[in-house]
RNA sequence: GGCCCAAUGGAGAAGCGGCUUAACUCAUUGCCCUCUCAAGGCAACAUUCACGGGUUCGAAUCCCGUUUGGGUCACCA
């Protein structure tokens, strides 16, 4: 006769340790009242999504807030998928946008009391809890090849029954340990299952911290918990790491409700309290047929966190979007603190919609805006700088010819109580000013015709044009303004902009045209910042020469 | 298909039985101002909350059904 302990002692003869002896290496966290302890746990499978920084962005602002612990744990249980590197650039990333763990895998090594934080190496923990599952009949090696679960599945697929392995089809929970023990012994390939107790006619009651409580049906598959490759299954490694590092908040994406369940089932078995859950909804966006999906990684640009940063979007404007996103009471608040301080911001839980939202671009670039627009000349030198050398060698290079030259530049109509919002990401910078730099200008003249407005004649711009070398740089942009109408005036275009237009067969144009025709000759655009700054930022001699260019044109 | 969740404008949403002729923000459109933008100011944009029933003196709000959308059904997480 082999007893479950002998079963067990013959599946893992080098586990000595025992629960007792986790529960006292992994003590509970002397923490306040109130603290929460979160995690994010992704997967060295890729680059960091953009719905996995919403995640760890609501995980590490409710541990923040409430004076508790925020950590990260890599899992890396699936080494089939695992690629390598990207937990180092996982951590990378979210560090840009201002999320640090207090605790757990840091990209190049780990900190705190309750690790390690890498799955991988967490196999003997897995082992020591199995151990006693098994010890105690609650779980049994299982001994199924792919064929023999895919004829499983066939069968009830068949019979119109729920697949998986459970009940009569588990056909392997029903063997003797003296039959386990001679499959084992011959080396038969196996996993451990978790032996479930539970009936899917039964409904259980789950919680969630925003979606409430509603009921699910109870377990009755006999989960894989330990595959064959020795590594855990994520339904068994999150009831383990959360239990033994003290996990007091679950948040994660919503795809996980489903497995709830398991989840509450194999807390219950093993003796612990479950932690709360909170269930995010999924960031979504309008697919080819009409229809909302996830944001995905394969067919949007969007899904990925690196697009955002090679376009040099600021980090805290994702950030504020996202928070618009978990939280509808953000956006009155963000406005109120004038884009400032956004940790002092309190996210609450029922405050979420429960539904996935669309991922509106254009909002995400009303906050970039707003955020570019508040920074002063040296910190955009700043960002500037360092997006450009990772992302945008061009730019570099255009605003390493001259520190000082750029933030002139950029400076127009910045550093003010309602400062310009012309530029919404960092990468688009080098289209709005490359026309200050000389040889730039003169290449892109060289190359393309200027656009004027088709309402004057050629011969028309260049009298304008030409007429404009008379404007006075020294004067004051009243001063320089008033002048500028004068010349207008003299050629026939009103100043009066309600004379022009009770009467505007009697004029040719307006001031407003006159500038215009001024600004495309400078700038080759019809959009640019401030006129006023430009000419005395290129200076009287670089203004007429480009003028002489286009009327010698 | 089974199970679970959800449904307010172009988008994010407020709303929690009477204070709603549905807040706020983005987008869009018009006007004012204006050298272009930006900013600012003023308007417009859901006569109605997916639909159908019910409860109630009273429903976007509660209940039921329908529809639609999302999630999930692995030795992936």
Known sequence: MVGNKELAELIFPEVKETIEDLEKRYPDRNLKSGAEVTRFAPS?????????????????????????????????TDTKREIQGSGEQLLDQLKLFGIVPDEGYLGNSQKGDYGPYIQSQRANIYKVVIK??????????????????????????????????????????????EERKERILNGQPYV?????????????????????????????????????????????????DDHFMRTTTVIRGEEWIASLPIHVQLFKELGWTAPKYAHLPVIMKIGENGNKRKLSKRLDAEAAVSFFLEDGYPSDALIMY????????????????????????????????????????????????????????????????????????????????????????????????????????????YDIISFFYKDLYDAYIKENPLVFNEKFTLETVKEVVSAMKKLDLSLDEQGWFNNMKAIGDSLGFSSDRKAYKANPGAFKGMTGDVAEMLRITLTTRKNSPNLYYVMRILGKEECNRRIDLVLAK
């Open 44 to 76: 060295p499978t890729g680059f960091l999504h953009t719905g996995s920084l919403f995640t760890s962005m609501v995980c590490h602002k409710v541990a923040k807030q409430s004076g508790g612990i925020f950590y990260v744990r890599l899992e890396d």
């Open 322 to 429: 996202l928070m618009t996103i978990a939280n509808s009471n953000f956006e009155e608040w963000i406005f109120e603190h004038k884009f400032e301080h956004m940790e002092d911001f309190v996210f609450s839980f029922d405050k979420m919609s429960l539904e996935g939202a669309l991922f509106d671009m254009g909002k995400l670039c009303f906050f970039s805006r707003e955020i570019l627009g508040k920074k002063t000349k040296e910190e955009m030198l700043q960002m500037t700088l360092e997006y450009s050398k990772k992302y945008n060698q061009k730019l570099f290079d255009l605003v390493n010819r001259d520190h000082e030259y750029f933030k002139e530049i950029i400076n127009i109509e910045r550093e003010k109580e309602n400062p310009r919002k012309d530029y919404e990401k960092l990468g688009g910078i």
């Open 192 to 240: 451990i299952r978790f032996k479930s107790n539970g009936n899917h006619l039964n409904k259980i009651p789950v919680s969630d911290l925003i979606r409430g409580d509603f009921e699910i049906a109870e377990n009755d598959l006999d989960i894989v918990i330990l595959k064959s490759d020795g590594l855990p299954t994520y339904h068994f490694a999150h009831a383990c």
């Open 132 to 177: 006693h599952l098994l010890e105690e009949g609650k779980a049994y090696p299982d001994f199924a090849t792919p064929e023999e679960l895919e004829e499983i599945r066939a069968k009830q697929e068949a019979n119109k029954l729920t697949p998986g392995y459970y009940g009569e089809f588990a056909k392997y929970r029903f063997l003797t340990n």
